[in-house]
């Protein structure tokens, strides 16, 4: 069974939102707290996570913050704040999406299967070029893409990817030299039904290239080709 983190302080709406999920067949963990949620991560690893901004004592950009170097496990994020510069802010702290409220469960319900579907599908689509166990993706490092286990390693250290960072620089590297547009990432990467903001693959960029480059104000992996996407070019 999938277990499913419900991070909320308000209790009516923790509580609704924690049956509607067991409905859908989700072990739901609770906590009103991001100071709670932090202990059960450690203690239960959960496979999801949704998570409230607005709470009591540590706030949820924090809790997220806090969370992502021990837990790779998707986040989304449930919210009434709509400004862009929140949701930027979530996505950059390491959320992988961003609801707002006020939601219908469905929708909420919808997100969390898209992103176990692409979290369990294979990265690269049936188009993809070779691939390998190791793409190395710069010799300066060298920066080595090794699909079949699922990391990225820059020398003899693996890079602390998020499902979302890995299946995008994938996406990318294994179509080596092609620019792919933010759409076509969208319904790669995230789902081929996804209606969310194309602005998320940009955030999801620039915090790749935080890992994966050197210097990530001049990226040498992850290229932009302006008014058209990115682009990976394989050595």
């Not at 994020?77 to 469960?105: C, H, M, N």
């Not at 299967?113 to 990265?123: I, L, S």
Request: aromatic share 4%; charged share 30%.
């Amino acid at each position: 069974m999938v277990t499913l983190l419900v991070l909320e302080d308000d209790d009516g709406i923790r509580a609704a939102m924690a049956l509607a999920m067991e409905d859908e067949g989700y072990d739901v963990v609770e906590a009103a707290s991001a100071e709670a949620a932090l202990v059960l991560v450690g203690r239960t690893p959960p496979d999801l996570m949704l998570v409230d901004l607005m709470l009591g004592g540590m706030d949820g950009l924090s809790f997220i913050r806090q969370v992502r170097p021990f837990s790779q496990a998707p986040i989304i994020v449930v919210s009434a704040r709509r400004d862009t510069d929140d949701i930027v802010a979530a996505l950059e702290a390491g959320a992988d999406d961003y609801v707002t409220k006020p939601f219908q469960v469905v929708e909420v319900t919808a997100r969390l299967r898209a992103m176990r579907r692409r979290h369990a599908a294979p990265v690269g689509g049936p188009d993809a070029g070779p691939r390998g166990d190791g793409v190395v993706l710069s010799p300066d490092g060298p920066l080595v893409l090794d699909v079949a286990a699922g990391v990225v390693r820059r020398g003899g250290e693996e890079l602390s990817l998020t499902v979302t960072e890995f299946r995008l620089l994938t996406e990318l590297a294994t179509h080596p030299g092609h620019v792919l547009s933010r759409r076509a990432l969208l319904e790669r990467v995230w789902d081929r039904d996804y209606f969310g903001d194309e602005r998320i693959v940009d955030v999801h960029v620039r915090r790749l290239r935080t890992k994966v480059e050197r210097d990530p104000s001049a990226p040498a992996v992850v290229l932009t080709v302006r008014g058209q996407g990115y682009r990976v070019d394989v050595p």
